[in-house]
């Protein structure tokens, strides 16, 4: 036996040679080894448990003899006894080297762990949250020796941690003494690094060794919808998403009206910031309530959402996002307590991170966007529109990226739609119309079956049929235009002109009967000529931004195209482009990257280096305005027929023929703009 | 003409030769030259105030010509006929370099100002606050180039000011947008840095160029008395200076008997750290009543102050100071807002700094004398008293620094004694007693006159003759062992003993009776054998403190006295060696340094660089714990004689002879450790 043995460790690969009796926890850590621990190696935590291999190891040229490490020691016994430990494993602690040996390091011992998340490019998020557990042993106080109990804590988190810079505020500091004393001199902390600070705070103490979880949110502050998922700081888990309808509605509509508010009724800003900072208490405790946690372990919360509501939310008067030339108060990002937001729900020490806006209408939510999809790394030209009340769009690869915002309203989320209505059960999700008869067929949500399946009635009983939603409204209007039912200028042919009697007459328009529920006490579902002006417009809007983007990037077609945002996982990308929402594309270049904005929060919470890097990518992110654009109008115009009064949509073309219909008659025509095209 | 000039500045002596045209305040910002500006150049502020000479400068071998500097301009002009300038004086900023010129800089243009500062060592402050105000142009937005309106904010001062890694706290971001905007694009802002914090914060915006003021508070917050300095942070001005009592004092007179009350009173902490901090909300509202300033252009407070105090203030429960090991909370400094503190008096923003504590009996207020009398860079052998309720001593040199705490009690300040008084009109301040005739003489506070003099008793009539203040008690004790109505062992002899009539019994005591204002319908006023003993376990603590550190330090006497506290100020070096209160040492090297610790205080609100310094020289000291030392019961018990059992006090012999007496005959001696050695 030598007085040294090699050790490897998967599935890193990394190796060294250790003197015999050096536990496996400090290999690691010597090697730099990704091997977890929340105790500091005292057998408390179990964090770092680690699974040997024995046996011949050809691959690296060694036999791992069964004596490689040390015995089972009581400390593992009494651990394995109490909580139990898989087969094989060891505590990387305890167990010393004794011989050559192959050490696997499973994933749930890794500090930096892979948590998968959903995007275009499904990418992993590594585990570096800001916020993590230590637990420390404190040297008693020595009146030989004079420092205060703090000052012996930062020296525990240094020589135990290599932790500089320690800072507490006075509630802990006031804790302090008990704690240490009840705990015997062994205490856990919650321990804080900003990235721009360069101290630790400690956010919390416990006596002894603190079980109890380290949670954060990552919340998606929306005009219409605040959404949050709750996640677990140590493995990146999502342990609840929710969300809850944004009061401020109440206030107005969409963002300027909000604005509006603000500047027509004193204190109308702060009303809303008092509303929008309760929902948020309210969403933090329904939602750890769901997931079954004390919201007083909700340690961090990341915040991305547009301007309007960033200045909302920091109770700053949005009243200069109203008006030319849309100055932020601060377009950077924002550490600061959650108390200062009154988020009083979350721990007292919470710590909010709000990413950076990239310009007065063009927020965080854009940039948690380009975070999780990552436009300033793709090779190819990537467009991506996160669809909201307001759409996002950033254009863009590794050499340069461009962002925009457009005010697409809120049609393609159902509202301003006769029979409009959120997606929830009941609300017609699918629409196929048959290009012959005319006739259509849905789906609703709560139910996979088609309308006319058998079994529809009975398994749609309990919702009924009472609206359509965004995509619903979406996939109306594309297949009404690909039956013939609706012409390129967005017009509704009369029941002769399309061969249906679904075409009914209304006012001097028509709608098309989608769904008749009377019979059952249910609505009547039309879609009306009204309905398709609407989705007119916030198409237009959404397209003349992405082309205003294109324009200023120099390029005529995009390569790839992302639709991001809740409901952008929806939209069926063919719908999507026989409307000409988007660009034309090859359709499997259309890609859905879920909820972006919501994904691009939960990096930032879980991974503190994302942070940095959001915020020189949004330093370098060009932000185009929209607003005092003159080519925008132009683009809006052009825009507004199905799918385009003059670009060609070729890759659409090579697997849709539209029909060349046209129901402008002189008679119908009361709407000047369409009569000039028609 | 050539194309540039020698600028010489005075006093610095800082020389260049420049480019004609030059301003002066560039020319001196490129030398270094120390010329103050707070709008930065831009003829506002008038801060750049310099003094061109003309004539011949043999010193420096040039003359300069009448046409040195460019004409007065229009900025001048205006600015001299609405504020007035004194003749030669010229604005740095607008007159420029046309030939060879000396230049002065007057003092109070001068950024680093110096101060005049009492002390044992008369150094002074060189102005450095932590909070200056600065006046900025700031970038108006731009909708294609969009940034925070806080962010050109930023910009400006870096550009402006060279200040890098600003911040602000949300109440600045929420009034920014309008301040910026009413201020036409320039304001002023107060700008904070800490000694820890690499981050420069707001802390008060102004539109456009501010001309109030900017103020301070360096606060020794004593056991007894609050005493408070309001400072002016441009000029380092004591605007007012004014104390209350320490509202704590009905949870207790000293120190332990706070602690008890913590300890016995569930909650008592909270209540005491709830008057003191309403205390000093008043205090800070008195002094700027008195200074005629608003309370809200305080921006800085310093605190010193003793462990207990330290810990009360903070609002953290000092009863582990009341117990070996003695454990502080923290010792190290502390900066945080005063908001914390609920100073609410002062602006919202305003930061505090807390000097570190020297160990668990030694604290700020002791830190606070080190910096002021700076034993650290002594030659000599230094020994400081700061004798309060409690008195914190010094001992050392460059080489090393020693510190103890020692628990003198109340009986200096005049409390514990029968006719004791706080100093004030009509207090005994000083006395004399003929040793012939046993006769005193005493002055009041309020007059100068004796009270032998003609006139004395025209002069007290409004004040009337009250009590005895601390240095009275000190003085009238060691004039009655000088005069030999005192023995050795503290004992007053008898009236036979004495040959007086001013020695009465009592009990089995005596009394000498200083002054029997009983005609006048006022007190009698004796100093009692119970005041004796009050002193002597007042002054045998003390001395039992200095022989500690002396011990400790392997020396037998001391180079310097400086007796420091507001008390300090007032003692008399002979009488004060006389009692044995300090070690023997030359009376000339026995010097006042007036409340050090108040001066200390106020070195670190005017001098941030102080910060470091203290927090290194408080990491150097070596501190010495009087309870548990058993040399220091010794020593107390040696010290208990007058002036002592012991020690020899040559340079005492050497002017002053006591008298041989002993009054301890057996009938009297009840008390057996006089008994012992009498």
Redesign the interface.
């Given at each position: 036996m030598t007085e040294d043995a090699l050790v490897i460790f998967t599935p890193s690969g990394k190796r060294g040679r250790f003197a015999l009796g050096t536990p496996v926890l400090t290999a690691a850590r010597q090697l730099g080894v990704d091997l977890d621990s929340v105790c500091g190696g005292r057998g408390i935590c179990s964090k770092c448990q680690i699974q040997p291999g024995y046996g011949e190891f050809s691959k690296f040229g060694i036999h791992v003899d069964s004596e490689a490490l040390t015995d089972w020691n009581a400390v593992e016994e009494r651990y394995k006894s109490k909580r139990g430990m898989l087969d094989g494993r060891r505590l990387g602690c305890q167990a010393k080297v004794m011989g050559d040996v192959v050490i696997d390091v499973p994933p749930e011992s890794q500090v930096h762990k892979q948590v998968i998340r959903k995007s275009a490019t499904q990418r992993d998020i590594v585990m570096d949250p800001a916020t993590r557990l230590l637990f420390i042993e404190v040297t008693?106080?020595?009146?030989?020796e004079?420092?205060?109990?703090?000052?012996r804590v930062v020296l525990a988190l240094r020589e135990q941690w290599q932790v500089e810079a320690v800072e507490a505020?006075?509630h802990i500091?006031?804790r302090?003494?008990?704690v240490l004393r009840k705990g015997a001199w062994k205490i856990t902390v919650a321990l804080h690094k900003g990235n721009h600070?360069?101290?630790h705070r400690i956010l919390e103490i416990w006596p002894g060794f603190h079980e109890g979880g380290l949670y954060g949110l990552a919340i998606d502050l929306g005009s219409t919808t605040i959404a949050a998922h709750l996640c677990d700081l140590r493995d990146g888990a999502v342990l609840a998403s929710s969300g809850v309808m944004n009061p401020q509605i109440r206030f107005g509509e969409d963002l300027m009206s909000r604005v509006s508010y603000a500047m027509m009724n004193p204190g109308g800003d702060v009303e809303m910031t008092r509303a929008v900072r309760e929902a948020i208490n309210s969403l933090a405790a329904t939602i750890a309530q769901e997931a079954q946690i004390d919201p007083k372990a909700i340690f961090e919360v990341v915040f991305v959402c547009n301007p309007v509501m960033h200045h909302l939310l920091?109770?700053?008067?949005p009243?200069?996002l109203g008006q030319?030339?849309?100055?932020?108060?601060?377009?950077?990002s924002l550490s600061?307590p959650a108390a200062?937001l009154d988020l009083s729900a979350l721990n007292r020490a919470a710590q909010v991170y709000i990413l950076p806006?990239?310009?007065?209408h063009?927020g965080a939510d854009c940039a948690a966007v380009a975070l999780s999809e990552e436009p300033n790394k793709s090779e190819q030209m990537v467009l991506i529109v996160d669809v909201g009340t307001n759409a996002e769009i950033l254009l863009g690869n590794k050499d340069r990226v461009l962002a925009c915002s457009s005010p697409t309203g809120p049609a393609f989320e159902g509202a301003q739609i006769s029979s409009g209505q959120r997606a929830a059960p009941g609300a017609i999700e699918r629409v196929e119309i048959d290009s012959l008869t005319k006739e259509p067929r849905f789906r609703v949500i709560g139910s996979d079956l088609w309308s006319d399946d058998p079994g529809f009635a009975e398994a749609t009983k309990t919702s009924g049929i009472t609206g359509i939603c965004g995509s619903g409204i979406i996939e109306a209007v594309a297949e009404m235009r690909m039956a013939g039912i609706v012409d390129g200028s967005g017009l509704i042919g009369s029941a002769e002109q399309v061969r249906s009697v679904r075409s009914v007459p209304e006012g001097r328009t028509h709608s098309y009967l989608l769904h008749d529920g009377s019979a059952d006490g249910g609505p009547v579902i039309h879609v009306t000529q009204t309905d398709i002006r609407a989705i007119q417009l916030a198409k237009s809007a959404l397209y003349a931004g992405a082309r205003l983007l294109m324009d200023e990037m120099g390029v005529d077609t995009v390569d790839k195209v992302i639709l991001a945002g809740a409901f952008g996982a929806h939209i069926s990308p063919k719908h999507a482009m026989v409307l000409g929402m988007i660009p034309d594309a090859p359709l499997d270049h259309v890609l859905s990257a879920g909820n972006a904005a919501g994904t691009g929060a939960r990096i930032a919470l879980c991974n503190r280096a994302s942070r940095d890097t959001i915020e020189a990518v949004v330093h370098d992110i060009h932000?185009v305005?929209t607003?005092?654009e003159p080519r925008f109008q132009e683009h809006f115009v052009n825009a507004n027929a199905i799918p385009h009064a003059v670009d060609p949509f070729p890759e659409l073309s090579a697997i849709v023929t539209l029909p060349q219909v046209s129901y402008n008659t002189a008679g119908a025509g009361s709407e000047g703009r369409r009569r000039r095209r028609g």
């Amino acid at each position: 036996m030598t007085e040294d043995a090699l050790v490897i460790f998967t599935p890193s690969g990394k190796r060294g040679r250790f003197a015999l009796g050096t536990p496996v926890l400090t290999a690691a850590r010597q090697l730099g080894v990704d091997l977890d621990s929340v105790c500091g190696g005292r057998g408390i935590c179990s964090k770092c448990q680690i699974q040997p291999g024995y046996g011949e190891f050809s691959k690296f040229g060694i036999h791992v003899d069964s004596e490689a490490l040390t015995d089972w020691n009581a400390v593992e016994e009494r651990y394995k006894s109490k909580r139990g430990m898989l087969d094989g494993r060891r505590l990387g602690c305890q167990a010393k080297v004794m011989g050559d040996v192959v050490i696997d390091v499973p994933p749930e011992s890794q500090v930096h762990k892979q948590v998968i998340r959903k995007s275009a490019t499904q990418r992993d998020i590594v585990m570096d949250p800001a916020t993590r557990l230590l637990f420390i042993e404190v040297t008693e106080p020595d009146m030989h020796e004079p420092s205060g109990d703090f000052e012996r804590v930062v020296l525990a988190l240094r020589e135990q941690w290599q932790v500089e810079a320690v800072e507490a505020d006075l509630h802990i500091l006031r804790r302090l003494q008990p704690v240490l004393r009840k705990g015997a001199w062994k205490i856990t902390v919650a321990l804080h690094k900003g990235n721009h600070d360069p101290h630790h705070r400690i956010l919390e103490i416990w006596p002894g060794f603190h079980e109890g979880g380290l949670y954060g949110l990552a919340i998606d502050l929306g005009s219409t919808t605040i959404a949050a998922h709750l996640c677990d700081l140590r493995d990146g888990a999502v342990l609840a998403s929710s969300g809850v309808m944004n009061p401020q509605i109440r206030f107005g509509e969409d963002l300027m009206s909000r604005v509006s508010y603000a500047m027509m009724n004193p204190g109308g800003d702060v009303e809303m910031t008092r509303a929008v900072r309760e929902a948020i208490n309210s969403l933090a405790a329904t939602i750890a309530q769901e997931a079954q946690i004390d919201p007083k372990a909700i340690f961090e919360v990341v915040f991305v959402c547009n301007p309007v509501m960033h200045h909302l939310l920091l109770g700053i008067d949005p009243v200069e996002l109203g008006q030319a030339p849309f100055a932020l108060a601060l377009s950077g990002s924002l550490s600061l307590p959650a108390a200062e937001l009154d988020l009083s729900a979350l721990n007292r020490a919470a710590q909010v991170y709000i990413l950076p806006c990239i310009a007065g209408h063009v927020g965080a939510d854009c940039a948690a966007v380009a975070l999780s999809e990552e436009p300033n790394k793709s090779e190819q030209m990537v467009l991506i529109v996160d669809v909201g009340t307001n759409a996002e769009i950033l254009l863009g690869n590794k050499d340069r990226v461009l962002a925009c915002s457009s005010p697409t309203g809120p049609a393609f989320e159902g509202a301003q739609i006769s029979s409009g209505q959120r997606a929830a059960p009941g609300a017609i999700e699918r629409v196929e119309i048959d290009s012959l008869t005319k006739e259509p067929r849905f789906r609703v949500i709560g139910s996979d079956l088609w309308s006319d399946d058998p079994g529809f009635a009975e398994a749609t009983k309990t919702s009924g049929i009472t609206g359509i939603c965004g995509s619903g409204i979406i996939e109306a209007v594309a297949e009404m235009r690909m039956a013939g039912i609706v012409d390129g200028s967005g017009l509704i042919g009369s029941a002769e002109q399309v061969r249906s009697v679904r075409s009914v007459p209304e006012g001097r328009t028509h709608s098309y009967l989608l769904h008749d529920g009377s019979a059952d006490g249910g609505p009547v579902i039309h879609v009306t000529q009204t309905d398709i002006r609407a989705i007119q417009l916030a198409k237009s809007a959404l397209y003349a931004g992405a082309r205003l983007l294109m324009d200023e990037m120099g390029v005529d077609t995009v390569d790839k195209v992302i639709l991001a945002g809740a409901f952008g996982a929806h939209i069926s990308p063919k719908h999507a482009m026989v409307l000409g929402m988007i660009p034309d594309a090859p359709l499997d270049h259309v890609l859905s990257a879920g909820n972006a904005a919501g994904t691009g929060a939960r990096i930032a919470l879980c991974n503190r280096a994302s942070r940095d890097t959001i915020e020189a990518v949004v330093h370098d992110i060009h932000k185009v305005e929209t607003a005092i654009e003159p080519r925008f109008q132009e683009h809006f115009v052009n825009a507004n027929a199905i799918p385009h009064a003059v670009d060609p949509f070729p890759e659409l073309s090579a697997i849709v023929t539209l029909p060349q219909v046209s129901y402008n008659t002189a008679g119908a025509g009361s709407e000047g703009r369409r009569r000039r095209r028609g």
